[in-house]
C-alpha cells in the first residue's frame, strides 16, 4: 500500500482519461501476457516433470504483479497504462487462469476472484487514489517526497520475497540451481519478447514497449505459489512461483533500473 501511495503522487487525473487513446497498447500488452507467457511457460514445462512443469504453467497463468506498476514507474514507461493492465489482468483472472491452466496443464485450479478484487481495491486502488488526489491538492506535499519515491519502491519491493521460498527451502537446498533455470528463462524471454517485438514488430514508442516488456515479464508470483498449495496436491507445484518472486524480482528490478539510468 505504501508502494501504491508514493506511485500514485506522480499521476494526474488527466493520465487515466488519457488512457482510453491507448487502448491499443493495454490490448497488445493483455495478449502477451495472457499468450506470450503461458505458451512461454507451456514450451519450457515440457522439459521438465509433471509437477514442475504444472506449477511453472501456474505461474506463466498468473495476472500481472503489483510490483510491475513499481518497475514501470522506475522504468519511465506509461504508469497509467501499466496500473491499468494490473487491474485488467486481475479482474479477468478469475476466468482466464483456471481456464489456461486447465488447457496447458490438464490440471483445476479454482480462483476466488472476488477475494482478489477485495485485495485489489485495497493494496491498489485505495492508496493510488489518495497518492492521485494528494497529488492534485496538495503539490507541495508531493513534492517534496518525489525524490524517494523510486527507492522507497525498490526497497520495499525487495521485502516480498521471503516467505514462499521458507514454504519451500528444504526442496531448494537439495536441488535449487536446476529449480532456478526454467523459471529464470520463462521471465527472462518474456521480458526480452515482451520489448522485441512491439519494439521492432509492431513499431511502439520506447516508452510502451518498456511497459509491455514489464507487463508481459512480471506475474503475480505470490498468487501463484498461494493457488498451488491450495488447490494443486504435489509440493513441487508451488516452487516455480516460490523462485519466481526472487527472480521476477531481481531481473524486473535491474531491467528497470537499467532503463531509468538509459532515460
Not at 500481472?64 to 489482468?89: E, H, R, W
Not at 472476488?114 to 485489489?120: C, P
Not at 492508496?127 to 525524490?147: C, D, H, S, W
Amino acid at each position: 500500500s505504501i508502494i501504491m501511495l508514493s506511485m500514485g503522487t506522480t499521476l494526474t487525473f488527466k493520465d487515466f482519461l488519457s488512457v482510453k487513446d491507448r487502448m491499443y497498447h493495454v490490448g497488445v500488452a493483455y495478449l502477451f501476457q495472457y499468450g506470450l507467457t503461458p505458451l512461454l511457460g507451456f514450451l519450457i514445462g515440457r522439459f521438465l516433470s509433471a509437477p514442475l512443469s504444472a506449477g511453472l504453467i501456474l505461474l506463466a497463468c498468473c495476472p500481472g504483479s503489483q510490483a510491475s506498476n513499481v518497475a514501470c514507474f522506475i522504468a519511465g514507461g506509461d504508469l497509467p497504462v501499466s496500473i491499468l493492465m494490473t487491474l485488467l489482468s486481475t479482474v479477468t483472472a478469475a476466468a482466464v487462469t483456471p481456464l489456461l491452466v486447465g488447457l496447458l496443464a490438464d490440471a483445476r485450479v479454482r480462483v476466488d476472484g472476488f477475494g482478489m478484487m477485495k485485495s485489489l481495491l485495497r493494496v491498489i486502488i485505495a492508496p493510488i487514489t489518495v497518492g492521485l488526489f494528494m497529488n492534485q491538492y496538495l503539490p507541495a506535499v508531493t513534492e517534496r517526497i518525489k525524490p524517494f519515491t523510486p527507492l522507497i519502491g525498490a526497497l520495499l519491493t525487495s521485502c516480498l520475497s521471503a516467505a514462499p521460498i521458507a514454504g519451500v527451502s528444504d526442496v531448494l537446498r537439495a536441488d535449487g540451481l536446476r529449480l532456478a533455470i526454467p523459471v529464470a528463462l520463462l521471465h527472462g524471454l518474456s521480458f526480452f519478447l515482451g520489448y522485441t517485438i512491439p519494439r521492432y514488430g509492431l513499431q511502439m514508442s520506447e516508452k510502451y514497449c518498456r511497459t509491455i516488456s514489464i507487463e508481459t515479464g512480471m506475474q503475480s508470483a505470490s498468487l501463484g505459489y498461494l493457488l498451488a498449495r491450495k488447490h494443486l496436491s504435489n509440493k513441487l507445484t508451488a516452487v516455480p512461483s516460490a523462485v519466481g518472486i526472487v527472480i521476477m524480482s531481481c531481473l524486473g528490478s535491474a531491467l528497470a533500473v537499467g532503463w531509468r539510468i538509459e532515460k
